[in-house]
């Protein structure tokens, strides 16, 4: 017997092994190794053949099954077959991304110490240098090549520890394994400073500069921090710095719990459900009804009750013994709703989220494929987790970018949950408070069933949004422009004296997004994307927000070396210096990606703010996000304008949704809320409606279907980039010319450049992308999959190119 075999590389289709008879029964989803090319890879069996189309002599058989029971189901083979053909990308790729990585992808080779090779230390027939590896290899069983030659550096290089390793092999003493590398269950090392960084300033070198910045970095925490979090924030090469700490007595390591925090999430709120509203009982009632299928847009402002709604129309699923599938955009972010589902349903809630290693993610998997789990709350990769049977779909926050994966598979998390309910023949309830355009254009054109909650649930009327006119701000002579309108700053005030909570949103992070030199003109600027380094005065250094490089920074010009460097464009980091100065005897939290990078940031941060230990929470978009707290009678947005200077048709739909949920955040309690915004064009058309959805809305859809942007045309961003700046261009010149002259017929197709993308350097490559448009959908999509192949055909030696299909970026 044959397999067809979907391995995780860019190979157009699947490959053929044969199946020794040993090895049955090996079913469609089950992981085996392969030999391919000079080593194996992990595939996925996708089906069974009985002949295999060539000469069966040059078939290889399959190596390995590495898990018997099926990873997937024949049901989700045929979701993944829909995506590999509607993103245009290879089927094994579809599934590596899918699939945890626990399974099967992480296999290392180790070596063991056979029998032979014990008796041969035994009988000292065996000495010097192989005897030596071997001995290590018997104490540290389980060791790759890599670990053996690291632990035995110092003593043995590394050709001399391979050849040991060879001949041991050879000589039947030792052996290669396969080893799947287990959870991280049980411990995670920590590190903590061992006395406060004031004293141990004292005791560092004057040269150690890594060393002080390392140390800054552990006094910030608020208690020890992971080994593993502090090595992904400062690299690999904090490591020595950190030996010479520990060797000086300066810091300790230690060892917590790994425990998983949102598994752990307390239930939240009651486990009673509230009396439901006449809109929200309309609402649940359409989507229990026995025929209910197909998708559902859950319009409701903010506060309106559309988590009740849902929550109720799992319950009723529930009863029917099917399951519940629940998708959030950032499940760090919304722990509330995880409790509420907690509160509600127990522990039959499966919670998936990145946070999880790969055994916690596959244990979770197990309990949904054993029904043990009935709902499965997670981030959009829960998409793929194998539902027994899937009775109804949620998609939190529909509108959220973070649903749109960048990377191999670049799939949008909320138009695959409908596909998957049209399979399933499940109800899909896409709910938000600011749709995204595409899914209110298609519940107006009758593809979605449209449920509204006009109001909110409780007594409180969603707050009105104040446009704060910052051209009406007058400026004394020679003082600079204040960063708050004299009125938001009162309003501010009277908050925090009458003990209420305030939310600030500047989304832009760091100090300052520019320094420059006023005798020079420099600036730092990124070697690898050209771009201007942002200033995080915290740290003293400069940041490139795009490929993560910092530098130190020092106040004298990069290039002139004169004294006189001046910060331009400010952060959230320059935001909170001006409030702590004006608000001196007020708490406040920054919440960006700067302070959440470490596990379970994001959560502190919010918990003290709920419990009322912060007053104010300064931040990026991310303070904006469905969180619930009912103190809050203040938002301000700092600047709206913001928002409409990126060159990207969705910008007014970004800031418009943004703006919205800001407002969502105030007056959720007793107090009624305040929100202020502050922009210099108050007259723009998304200011201008903020009172009005529809309208902003109708205004939006008009102005799209004037420039044939989605929802009336589709999208594929198709990019080339390289190192070489001219041979990307000539490629994608090439491709283009190609694309037009195989498109000439095409109804409704328009081929955009190829031009420099908006970040034409990113990370030492130069980019280049073609929009391809397509106004006719059948058409359009004929077209794709035609030229799918020759497409892929540009990428070789130095030159990549990536589709992106329904690209929500065209940056
Ligand atoms: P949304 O998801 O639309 O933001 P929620 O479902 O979170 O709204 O509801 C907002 C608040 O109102 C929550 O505290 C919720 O418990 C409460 N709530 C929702 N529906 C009702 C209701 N029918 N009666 C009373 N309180 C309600
Ligand atoms: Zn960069």
Known sequence: MYARIAVARPL?????????????????????????????????????????????????????????????????????RWIAKYYLCPLGMVIHTAMPSQIGARILRVLVAADAGIDALTDRSLEGIPAQVLREIISRPRLTKRGLIRRLAG?????EVGKAIDSLVRRGLAAWEDKEIGATRGKVRTIGLCAPAADLASRLPRAGKRMKALVDLLADQDGPMDVADLISQEGEKARPSLKRLEEAGMIVYAERENRDALADAPSLGSSVPPVLNGDQLAALAALTADDAKGAYLLFGVTGSGKTEVFLGAAQATLDRGRQVLVLVPEIGLTPQLVGRFRARFGLGVAVLHSGLTGGQRLAQWRRIRAGEAQVAVGARSALFAPFRDLGLIVVDEEHDDSYKQDDAVPYNARDLAVVLGGMQKCPVVLASATPALESYHNARAGRYKLLRLPERATARAVPEIELVDLTDVDIEDGKPRPLFAPHVETALHDTFARGGQAIILYNRRGYATMVQCVSCGGTYECPNCGITMTLHKRAWRVACHYCGLKRPYSDECPVCHDNSLEEAGKGTEKIEEVLRALFPNVSLARMDADTTKTRGAHERILTAFREGRTQLLVG????????????????VVVSADRGFRIPDFRAAERTYALLVQMAGRAGRGEHPGRVLVQTYKPDHYVLANLKDVERFYQVELRL?????????????????DGVDRAKVGAAAEHLARDLRSAGRTVPGLGILGPAAAALPKLVGRW?????????????FRRFLVDQKRRIHQVARKGIRVAIDVDARHLM
């Open 12 to 80: 157009p289709e699947p490959l053929t092994y044969s199946v020794p008879a040993l090895l049955e029964p090996v079913d469609v989803g089950t992981v085996v190794l392969v030999p391919l090319g000079r080593t194996g890879e992990t595939g996925y069996v996708v089906e069974r053949i009985a002949e295999p189309g060539f000469d069966p002599a040059k078939v290889k058989p399959i190596s390995r099954v590495l898990d018997p029971i099926p990873v997937f189901t024949l049901d989700q083979l045929a979701f993944f």
């Open 155 to 159: 003593e043995l290089d590394k050709p």
């Open 620 to 635: 990026t978009q991310i303070v904006a996000k469905g969180h619930d707290f009912p103190d809050v009678h203040t938002a």
């Open 704 to 720: 799209r279907s004037t420039l044939r942007y989605p929802p009336f045309s589709r999208l594929c961003l198709v990019r080339v």
């Open 767 to 779: 980019r280049f992308q073609i929009v391809l448009r397509g106004e006719r959908t059948a058409e």
